[in-house]
């Protein structure tokens, strides 16, 4: 088993606990995850990297309570995640984990402020509120100026930070981030990084980022490893 432990400020956000994922795969199954456990303070930011099918979106994906478990305990927020039922898993989601997809998916009628209030929409809140909290969000992101505009006239890095916008939309306790400099060149991507660096810190969440980029790692607190479904022992980054 590899454990992940960083200096306690009170309960962790996110708290992965033992976790195996298995998948069947023709007669036998493929391990996913094997025996990952990996607890995340607040306000800290975990970049981590492995090769191509080494787990890591499995790991994402669990830790969102997008995905079960076949063994171990996912908990967020002090609530333990395995009991749960679909509806009380989504209820958790909505109100404390932001995800962050590689590609921002933005609706292409609605501007950059609808992207940010349509999202508080579905958690069933007041239009007035969610629009000076996405006004809010927007300049946080620095693209007040921006909040008119339709996704088509966004640069690539201006729709990922809409993206982030959104995803703090619901206060979450926890950030979970897919690839976000994928698409963008050296100068957006390093921009994004420590943009989401500085909402780590400003909105005291636990984030866990994904990335195949191993230059932005410094940007980073911790650094860990995913090989084979193992995660190996983090490596603090000096950030």
Avoid: W
Avoid at 121 to 150: M, Q
Avoid at 177 to 204: C, G, K, M, Q, Y
């Amino acid at each position: 088993m590899n454990t992940m432990q960083f200096p306690a400020s009170g309960p962790a956000p996110l708290s992965l606990a033992d976790v195996t994922l298995e998948y069947p795969d023709g007669g036998g199954t493929t391990t996913a995850l094997d025996r990952v456990s990996l607890t995340v303070q607040a306000g800290q930011l975990v970049s981590l990297v492995g090769p191509s099918g080494s787990g890591k979106s499995s790991l994402l994906a669990t830790a969102a309570t997008l995905v079960r478990p076949t063994r171990g305990q996912v908990t967020i927020d002090g609530t333990d995640t395995a009991g749960l039922r679909d509806r009380d898993l989504t209820a958790l989601r909505r109100g404390k984990v932001g995800i962050i997809f590689q590609q921002p998916n933005l609706l292409p009628s609605l501007t950059a402020a609808e992207q940010l209030i349509i999202s508080d929409h579905l958690r069933g809140k007041p239009a007035k509120a969610a629009g000076r909290k996405a006004a809010e969000l927007l300049d946080v992101v620095g693209l007040s100026a921006s909040a008119g505009k339709l996704p088509h006239q966004l640069s690539g890095g201006q729709r990922q930070r809409v993206n982030i916008a959104r995803a703090l939309m619901g206060n979450p306790k926890v950030l979970l981030v897919d690839e976000p400099t994928a698409a963008l060149d050296h100068e957006r991507s390093t921009s994004i990084i420590r943009l989401l660096r500085e909402v780590t810190s400003e909105f005291n969440m636990a984030t866990v980022m994904v990335t195949h980029d191993t230059e932005f790692v410094p940007l980073t607190d911790v650094v860990a490893t995913m090989r084979d479904g193992v995660l190996t022992a983090p490596v603090l980054t000096g950030a």
